[in-house]
């Protein structure tokens, strides 16, 4: 079966400390893979999109980084977290007919 | 630009009344349309989509909602809502390959 996940799901850390998200998919090949940043009462905001290993598309610049080193493996990154990254980070799957299958998410609080 | 607008921030309904949630869109092509709702601290859940065809889509859970080309609208609808409907709802547009856009979320309470 095809699944996704997210890890870890909670995470608090202190201004200027690194950052790493990671997001897996299970069960398919060559996914489009996103990351969306949900920060309260301001819904979803697609941070990054990949079609492919290596290939990233930045849609707001920030703090943040993405990578993507294997087929079914995306990573949002940061070298140095500002107050301003907190929120809840989801990762999601296009399963190729237009349906994003989203992760359990990953709430960072930086303090 | 493509965008997503979702007018209302918070809604509140009884049990057992109807529900209307409101979208409208700009995209520059035809666009697939979805609904997704969210409950507390959990990732989103397909409701439905649009990509083509009859204009009023069934989807789960009861949900419907209206594709109105004209109006730029995609309205999701349910005739009696239950309690554990109360939850966050997003609509978005997007299509397969290229970036999906979400609305900011309305808010469902459902009152006994």
């Known amino acids: 079966s095809q699944t996704i996940h997210q890890w870890p799901a909670t995470l608090v850390q202190p201004v200027g400390s690194p950052l790493s998200l990671e997001c897996t998919v299970e069960g398919t090949s060559n996914p489009n893979l996103y990351w969306y940043r949900q920060a309260a009462g301001r819904g979803l905001q697609l941070l990054f999109y990949?079609?492919?290993?290596?290939?990233i598309s930045s849609e707001v610049p920030q703090n943040l980084s993405a990578s993507r080193p294997q087929d079914r493996q995306f990573i949002l990154s940061s070298k140095k977290l500002l107050l301003s990254d907190s929120g809840f980070y989801l990762c999601?799957?296009?399963?190729?007919?237009?349906?994003?299958?989203f992760g359990e998410g990953s709430r960072l609080t930086v303090l | 630009a493509q965008s997503v607008t979702q007018p209302d921030i918070h809604i509140t309904v009884s049990e057992g009344a109807s529900l209307e949630l409101r979208c409208n869109y700009s995209?520059?092509?035809?666009?697939?349309l979805f609904w997704y709702v969210q409950s507390p601290g959990q990732g989103l859940q397909l409701l439905l989509k649009y990509f083509s065809g009859d204009t009023l889509v069934q989807g789960i859970k009861g949900f419907e909602a209206e594709f109105k080309r004209s109006q730029s609208s995609f309205n999701l609808r349910k005739p009696s809502v239950h309690w554990s409907d109360a939850a966050e709802y997003f609509c978005?547009?997007?299509?397969?390959?290229?970036?999906?856009?979400f609305g900011t979320g309305t808010s469902l309470t459902v009152i006994p």
């Open positions: 995209y520059g092509a035809t666009p697939y």
């Open positions: 990949s079609v492919g290993i290596g290939q």
């Open positions: 999601a799957w296009d399963r190729g007919n237009g349906e994003l299958f």
């Open positions: 978005a547009v997007g299509r397969t390959g290229n970036q999906f856009y």
